[in-house]
C-alpha cells in the first residue's frame, strides 16, 4: 500500500539545524499555512498549544532502516552512548524510524493570518506540516494514568539526578 499525503504547511525558522537539534526545550518558530488551508485555521486563536503532524524530510533512506536506537539526545546530560539502553525505535522518539512521521506539541504564541507563531519546536526549517490540531483538555492524560517500563523509569532517574530537573526530557 502506498499512501500519498499533501502537507497543509511548512515549519519555519532562522535556526541552523545544529541550534534545532541542541535546544533543550525547543525553539521558535512560524507555521506557514499554504493559502489555500487558511480557512482552516478559524477559530484556533486562544489555543495555548498545538499538536504539529509533520512529515521529517531530513531523515535519509538508510536511516528509515533504523530498528533499534539509543537516546543519543542523553549524551549531552553526561551519559557515554554505550550506558544508555538499546531499545526498538517505536519506544522512542528517534526521527530515524521506517515512517518519519513526527508529532509536536507547541506553545501557539499568537496568530497572524495565516502565520503561527510557535515555540518548544524540535523542527527543522522546511518541515512539511501534515496536519495541525489543538490541544484539549481530552488529550491530557493524568500522572496516575501513565505506566512506564522499567529500562525508562530507571533511564527517566538517572536523567533528573543528572540534571537536576524534576521534568527532564528524554
Known amino acids: 500500500m ?3 499525503l499533501r502537507p497543509v504547511g ?3 525558522t532562522h535556526l541552523s539545524d545544529e541550534e534545532v537539534r541542541n535546544s533543550l526545550s525547543g525553539v521558535s518558530g512560524v507555521v506557514e499555512v499554504y493559502e489555500e488551508y487558511e480557512e482552516g485555521l478559524e477559530g484556533i486563536d486562544g489555543f495555548s498549544h498545538i499538536i504539529l503532524i509533520t512529515y521529517l524530510h531530513k531523515v535519509t533512506e538508510e536511516q528509515k532502516k533504523v530498528l533499534k536506537v539509543r537516546h543519543r539526545r542523553l549524551v549531552r546530560h553526561g551519559f557515554k552512548l554505550e550506558e544508555l539502553p538499546e531499545v526498538g525505535v517505536f519506544c522512542t522518539d528517534s526521527p530515524h524510524r521506517p515512517t ?3 508529532i509536536t506539541i507547541a506553545k501557539l504564541v499568537k496568530r497572524e493570518g495565516r502565520f503561527l507563531h510557535v515555540e518548544n519546536l524540535d523542527l527543522f526549517d522546511g518541515t512539511p506540516v501534515l496536519d495541525i490540531k489543538p490541544y ?3 488529550r491530557a492524560i493524568s500522572a496516575e494514568e501513565l505506566r512506564f517500563p522499567e529500562w525508562f523509569t530507571k533511564l527517566y532517574d538517572e536523567v533528573r539526578t543528572r540534571t537536576k530537573e ?3 526530557t528524554i
Do not use: C, L, N, Q
Request: proline content about 20%; cysteine-free.
Open 10 to 12: 511548512v515549519v519555519r
Open 100 to 102: 518519519p512521521i513526527g
Open 166 to 168: 524534576s521534568k527532564p
Open 136 to 138: 484539549t483538555p481530552d
Open 2 to 4: 502506498e499512501i500519498v
